[in-house]
T-cell receptor, first 109, second 108 residues
């Protein structure tokens, strides 16, 4: 069965550093999403991406965040200057049936 | 007010029991999803519903569009069913809005 993959599985970084989270969606899917889940809280929508551009973003997705599809297969989420409150599990998902990747657990120290 | 409400928040059952988790939503939706999240954190999609009922193995999901309500049933529950069950709705535009989840523990 096709699956969404994410790397790295865990990332520890210092506050203020840039991180890039990577996702490889299912190859023929057109819609991609990033969600995050702060420990003990519910999953929250960050951004959706269609046809190589952002189709919708939440108020969480401020100027420190960016997404791109650099090579037609990878789908990346960049956090420019991480804050303590960015510590969370970040999930990539693709298409309307929402196939989720396994997540990247980000810890900002 | 949350757009997606789940009940109960926590549920403990004995192996073999019939389990029901409820979800109510307050917005117009294109579909409702039931998801399973295991302790490691990964999320698996169980069902996507826009009407009626779906069944997969011991899992049954129903939705009543008029009442804006859905239920997830687990028959003959087993300890391996222990997980967080999340209801989420996709509004027009496809992004998901999530409930807080129901923590299910099935004891042997």
């Amino acid at each position: 069965e096709p699956e969404v993959t994410q790397t790295p599985s865990h990332q520890v970084t210092q506050m203020g550093q840039e991180v890039i989270l990577r996702c490889v969606p299912i190859s023929n899917h057109l819609y991609f999403y990033w969600y995050r889940q702060i420990l003990g809280q519910k999953v929250e929508f960050l951004v959706s991406f269609y046809n190589n551009e952002i189709s919708e973003k939440s108020e969480i997705f401020d100027d420190q965040f960016s997404v791109e599809r650099p090579d037609g297969s990878n789908f990346t989420l960049k956090i420019r200057s991480t804050k303590l409150e960015d510590s969370a599990m970040y999930f990539c998902a693709s298409t309307q049936n929402q196939y989720f990747g396994p997540g990247t657990r980000l810890l900002v120290l | 007010k949350n757009e997606v409400e789940q009940s109960p928040q926590n549920l403990t059952a004995q192996e073999g029991e019939f389990i029901t988790i409820n979800c109510s939503y307050s917005v117009g939706i294109s579909a409702l999803h039931w998801l399973q999240q295991h302790p490691g954190g990964g999320i698996v999609s169980l069902f996507m519903l826009s009407s009626g009922k779906k069944k997969h193995g011991r899992l049954i999901a129903t939705i009543n569009i008029q009442e804006k309500h859905s239920s997830l049933h687990i028959t003959a529950s087993h300890p391996r069913d222990s997980a967080v069950y999340i209801c989420a709705v996709s509004k027009y535009g496809n992004k998901l809005v999530f409930g807080a989840g129901t923590i299910l523990r099935v004891k042997s």
